[in-house]
């Protein structure tokens, strides 16, 4: 029983250890434009039945049956897509989500990827990219001498020069999901379809249950400092009453073999 207790308690150690890394992740992220939290669930493990319900009662229907569980387990890793903060920005090409919906922006094979974070620029050729060097998948090419670009509600991106002439150059458009937590993380605020989020909807802001979006503006990160800080206390007292549990443990295995050695 003793080595089982020791093989339970590892995985209390594990579960600790895999929170830490989570909130930490968090807080790094906290100041990461349209980051998205990531929260680990846990599950109990197996159990062994040392005795089954109504087994030795005078009544066999009363539920006194004994088991052992055998420690916890991931059960999911999720992302938590609550809305950051929108905050007007220094950037003369940020864009703000507010709502549901993603950017799509092309990776350098060619393949989609969706992002929450908006600090886009202009490269060399005009087109917009995210801070990576990857272009919206929207193609918008920015003329020379813009100072600003505006959003329309219906997606319509029009662009302002010195002289204050606007003229439309392109049709932004964001993609939702119905299960946004079946994506899949790559970095670098970027996020690839998977068979449980489906192929999404891709449609103009403010259709199809998307949200809007703000020039000028950015989504924060939506890290609750304070919540994660706090989660960080009570998973390092965790790992800590866990290690403490295998070092009685590993006393109490020693003083068998010392007996019976």
């Known amino acids: 029983m003793l080595l089982t207790a020791i093989s339970t308690t590892a995985t209390g150690i594990r579960a600790a250890s895999d929170t830490i890394d989570a909130l930490s992740n968090n807080i790094a992220n906290s100041n990461t434009p349209g980051y998205k939290a990531g929260q680990i ?19 066999p229907t009363l539920p006194n049956a004994s088991q052992l569980g055998y420690g916890v387990g991931i059960g999911s890793t999720r992302g938590l897509f609550t809305q950051g903060s929108v905050v007007q920005s220094s950037g003369t090409f940020d864009l703000g989500i507010n709502g549901q919906g993603f950017f799509r922006v092309t990776q350098r094979d060619g393949s989609v990827a969706y992002t929450r974070a908006g600090n886009f ?12 060097g990857l272009p919206l998948a929207d193609d918008i090419v920015v003329p020379a001498g813009t100072v600003s670009i505006s ?25 939702g999901f119905q299960n946004v937590n079946g994506l899949d993380r790559l970095g670098d605020n970027l996020f690839v ?11 103009a802001p403010g259709t199809n249950g998307l949200g809007t979006v703000t020039s000028g503006s950015l989504e924060q990160s939506n890290v609750n400092l304070s919540a994660e800080l706090t989660s960080l206390v009570v998973a390092q007292r965790s790992f800590s009453f866990n290690t403490r549990a295998l070092e009685t443990e590993n006393t109490l295995v020693q003083s068998v073999l010392d007996v019976v050695g």
């Open 41 to 59: 669930s846990f599950q109990d493990l197996l159990y062994t039945s040392l005795k089954s319900g109504g087994e030795g009662a005078s009544d």
């Open 121 to 132: 620029s202009a490269d060399d050729t005009g087109r917009l990219v995210s801070s990576l």
């Open 151 to 175: 959003v329309a509600t219906d997606g319509t991106v029009t662009a302002t020069d010195s002289a204050g002439v606007i003229q439309p150059i392109g049709q932004l458009t964001l993609t």
């Open 193 to 203: 379809t998977t068979t449980a989020s489906g192929t999404g909807v891709t449609d």
